[in-house]
């Protein structure tokens, strides 16, 4: 069964930490590229980040350097902490496998709002 499950987000200060948790199912996990992703209102889905099984990561310009991914590949979870939190950076957050197409499955991702 195919499972994808953010959870984290919420309210954040400009210049404030959030931590999103994804669990993943293993039909998805063994894909081994595993990716967040944001949509914020009136835009399109865009990629954030990425991790490889051997723990290669991948950032957005606009989030590298604030923004760290990992996983725990035993459990099946992938994380985004995210520092340094900008007005921006609000939209709804989603993990999935990297690349995953709009056609596919996609969990019900987890809203992150930073506003002062």
């Known amino acids: 069964q195919v499972q994808l499950v953010e959870s984290g987000g919420g309210l954040a200060l400009p210049g404030g930490s959030l931590r999103l948790s994804c669990a993943a199912s293993g039909s998805i996990f063994r894909f081994f590229v595993m990716g967040w992703y944001r949509q914020a209102p009136g835009k399109e889905r865009d990629f954030v980040a990425r991790?490889?099984?051997?723990?290669?990561?991948t950032y957005a310009g606009s989030v590298k350097g604030r923004f760290t991914i990992s996983a725990d590949n035993v459990k099946n979870m992938v994380f985004l902490q995210m520092n340094s939190l900008k007005p921006e950076d609000t939209a709804v957050y989603y993990c999935?496998?990297?690349?995953?197409?709009?056609?596919?499955?996609w969990g019900q991702g987890t809203q992150v709002t930073v506003s002062s």
């Open positions: 999935n496998k990297y690349p995953a197409s709009n056609w596919e499955f």
């Open positions: 991790i490889t099984s051997d723990g290669t990561t």
